[in-house]
């Protein structure tokens, strides 16, 4: 009895001990679990008809002070948002619990993505998980319709419109450049005034700003420094450009002395009277610019009309000018002419250039340079995708779904070991002249009507097939299908590398099989296509939305 009080004692103390840390933890574990968001969605439903809405929820248990930013906008294609309602808050002591609700729908037929949406709290982002949603055709009653037969396959010639379409804007685009490039850079534009009197021959141009000088304001302004300026200026200037003397740069006795050597020379003849006149307006002018003297108005007026007189005189001083000089100033004149023109015409070709490479640049970074390349270029299943595509029923029991050209019937003899089995085959399939696009079904009665679908069978038999084929390295993976309807069958998939026709070379690529079946019947689809393909890939994806079976 003793010896079972000390026990009951020692465990009395011990739970002493531990209870204060157990205690703890109990405080403990549910704080840390409260700092943590939790998130939840779910769909009201995964089948919809077209144009129906299915609402996708979601809950979000924070913190009081947590906050959250739920997904705006188009952010649920390829399906659309209709409505995205209030947010629907609840507290339950320092936690508040957030619904938020999106109703969402599609217009096409199909099995669609809801891609995982981004949920930012406090800064962070949380990922929802992604589903798929079935939006189905509307029934339509056959019981009480007529039935007819069946029309035979015709052929039609592919339509040009769209080809027209892009042909025309290309043009209206080009006449548009080569509109403005006329406009602006070959268009021979009206002179201004400024061009006007620079074209005129130096002795004309000179009488030209003199007239234009005596009609300023200078002189009722008092600005003599800027009359006497540019009065000296309009002289020196004919002076280098008909005298050939170089008097822009030349002091006034300098120049002086330049206009007694050519004197002298014989080259102009000029008498020393106006030689001196010319010399004392200069020196006038000097003492004007640079001595700030100011002469009278009367004064400043004759000295005006003085250089008047002398462009005249050196004018008239001036030898006639040879027919060689004349030659010379003629192809000269029609040097600066190509000169000209051929500047214009490389401003319109980089210019052209220029836009060609702005247009591409801009569309390369908006739709992608691949796409632009393949677009411009062209690219065998980029047409396939963007062609019309067609939609039919093939073989018995019947597949039907929608394909970008119509499948052909393949002719499969069957060996006599199979023939006890199978009553009939049904296959069909199409494939790309170019690449590894491939698309086919099968349907397959046996003789039996209660016998059972053997799948494993079947994808070992593909399989095999692909390997006889050349095929190497194939990896394979299963899962469940639903049709648009919700049939299940079975989708394996996987890639692998495949042979090209006609030749050894191996490619990468993809396949997915789907199969379908029932008592004395078996159906299955077989795509295969390039591994980086993405228009394949989208291809793929259309068929794989439009598959539909007959079960019974």
Same mark, same amino acid.
């Given at each position: 009895?003793?010896?079972?009080n ?5 465990g009395i ?5 531990i209870?204060?840390?157990f205690?703890l ?7 840390s679990?409260?700092?943590?968001p ?5 769909v ?8 129906e809405?299915v609402q996708?929820?979601v809950?979000?248990?924070i913190?009081?002070t947590d906050?959250?930013?739920f997904?705006e906008?188009?952010t649920?294609?390829p399906?659309?948002?209709?409505e995205?309602?209030a ?9 508040l619990?957030?619904?938020?609700i999106?109703?969402?729908?599609q ?10 949406q981004r949920i930012?709290i ?5 990922m ?20 007819h037969?069946?029309k035979p396959?015709?052929?039609v010639?592919?339509s040009?419109?769209?080809l027209?379409?892009?042909?025309i804007i290309a043009i209206l ?13 070959l ?5 201004t ?7 005129l021959?130096?002795?004309d ?23 006497y300026?540019?009065?000296?200026s309009?002289?020196?200037?004919y002076?280098e450009e008909?005298?050939h003397?170089?008097?822009?740069e ?8 330049k ?5 002298d020379?014989?080259?102009l ?12 307006i ?5 003492l004007?610019?640079f ?19 002398i462009?005249v005189?050196t004018?008239?001083a001036l030898?006639?000018p040879?027919?060689e ?11 600066l002419e ?10 319109a070709?980089?210019s052209?250039?220029?836009?060609l490479l702005i /247009? ?8 992608g340079?691949?796409y632009?390349?393949? =677009? $411009? +270029?062209g690219h065998?299943? !980029?047409?396939?995708?963007?062609g ?8 018995f029991p019947?597949i039907?779904?929608?394909t970008?050209?119509?499948m052909?019937?393949?002719e ?9 089995a199978?009553?009939?085959i ?5 494939t ?7 698309v086919?079904?099968?349907?397959i009665t ?8 053997d799948?494993e ?9 692909f ?6 390295n ?6 469940a299908f639903?049709t648009?309807s919700?049939v299940?069958g079975?989708?394996?998939f996987?890639? /692998? ?5 006609g030749?050894?070379?191996?490619i990468?690529?993809?396949? =997915? $099989? +789907?199969?379908?079946?029932? !008592?004395g ?6 795509l ?10 989208e ?14």
């Open positions: 009895m003793m010896i079972n000390i026990l009951i004692n020692k103390s011990r739970l002493k001990r209870m204060p840390m205690i933890l109990l405080f403990v574990i549910p704080i679990a409260q700092d943590s939790a998130i939840h969605t779910e009201d439903t995964t089948y919809i008809k077209i144009g809405q996708w929820t809950t979000v248990d913190d009081s906050q959250v930013v997904p906008g188009q649920f294609s399906l659309e948002t209709v995205a309602f947010t629907d808050t609840t507290r339950k002591k320092d936690r619990t957030l619904l938020k999106y109703a969402l729908t217009f096409d037929s199909g099995a669609y993505k809801l891609p995982a930012e406090n800064g962070t982002g949380y929802t998980d992604s589903m798929m949603i079935n939006v189905a055709t509307i029934p339509v009653d056959t019981l009480n319709q007529k039935m037969d069946i396959l015709i052929n010639e592919k040009n419109i769209g027209w379409k892009y042909l685009i080009l006449l548009i450049l080569g509109g403005l490039i006329y406009w602006f850079v268009r021979k534009k009206p002179l005034e400024e061009e006007k009197v620079a074209l021959p130096p002795y141009r000179a009488l030209l700003e003199l007239k234009k000088l005596e009609h300023s304001r200078y002189l009722i302004q008092d600005e003599y420094k800027e009359y300026s540019e009065l000296t309009i002289v020196r200037s002076l008909d005298a003397v170089t008097a822009l030349s002091t006034t006795g300098q120049l002086i002395e206009l007694e050597l050519l004197k020379a014989g080259q003849k000029l008498d020393d009277d106006t030689i001196k006149q010319f010399q004392q200069l020196q006038t002018a000097d004007v610019k001595a700030k003297n100011k002469p009278s108005t009367l004064v400043a007026e004759q000295d005006r009309k003085l250089v008047e007189q462009v005189k004018h008239d030898p006639e040879t027919e000089e004349l030659l010379e100033q003629a192809e000269y004149q029609e040097e190509r000169k000209a023109k051929k500047k214009k015409i490389k401003i070709i980089i052209v250039i220029a836009i /247009g591409i640049t801009i569309s390369g970074i908006k739709f340079f691949g632009l390349k393949d =677009t $411009v +270029l065998p299943t !980029k047409e396939l995708l963007e019309e595509w067609v939609r039919s029923s093939y073989g019947p039907q779904l929608e970008p050209q119509v052909a019937r393949q499969v003899k069957l060996p006599p070991e199979a023939k006890a199978i009553a009939d049904q296959a069909f399939g199409y790309s002249p170019v690449g590894l696009f491939s086919g079904t099968t349907s046996l003789n039996q009507q209660d016998a059972e679908t799948f069978k079947t994808i070992e038999q593909i399989l095999s097939n390997e006889s084929q050349g095929a190497k194939i990896i394979t993976k299963q899962e639903y648009i919700g299940k079975l989708k394996v996987g890639n /692998g590398e495949f042979s090209i026709p030749s050894n070379e191996l990468d690529g993809e396949y =997915t $099989v +789907l199969l379908f079946g029932g !008592k019947f078996q159906q299955y689809v077989i295969t296509w390039l591994e980086d393909d993405t228009y394949a890939q291809i793929v994806d259309r068929i794989l939305a439009s598959v539909e079976v007959k079960t019974e």
